[in-house]
């Protein structure tokens, strides 16, 4: 079992910078693949960045060379940090982490940006 913890979000002005945290507690050495998806008013959840065990990343192509992926095995957290932040940013993001093949998400934060 693993639970997740989000934190870091927030109202960010356009061009503005913002980083979100997710803690995992629980099995996090069982941790394979971690990620962040995203949730905006009447659209699908998307992908935006995921990062597996050994340090590999993807990005969706929206987001590419703005936001950074990365991760803390030891601590079993996973960080996005978002720069050059655009309104279409905006949505609940969601935490995800992946165990001996199981998904596990997290309650979501809220970023919006603004002016």
């Known amino acids: 079992q693993v639970q997740l913890v989000e934190s870091g979000g927030g109202l960010v002005q356009p061009g503005g910078s913002l980083r979100l945290s997710c803690a995992a507690s629980?099995?996090?050495?069982?941790?394979?693949?971690m990620g962040w998806y995203r949730q905006a008013p009447g659209k699908q959840r998307e992908l935006v960045a995921t990062?597996?065990?050994?340090?590999?990343?993807n990005y969706a192509d929206s987001v590419k060379g703005r936001f950074t992926i990365s991760r803390d095995n030891a601590k079993g957290t996973v960080y996005l940090q978002m720069n050059s932040s655009k309104p279409e940013d905006t949505a609940v993001y969601y935490c995800?982490?992946?165990?001996?093949?199981?998904?596990?998400w997290g309650q979501g934060t809220q970023v919006t940006v603004s002016s």
């Open positions: 629980g099995s996090i050495f069982s941790i394979n693949a």
């Open positions: 995800y982490v992946q165990v001996r093949g199981r998904p596990y």
């Open positions: 990062i597996i065990r050994g340090g590999s990343t």
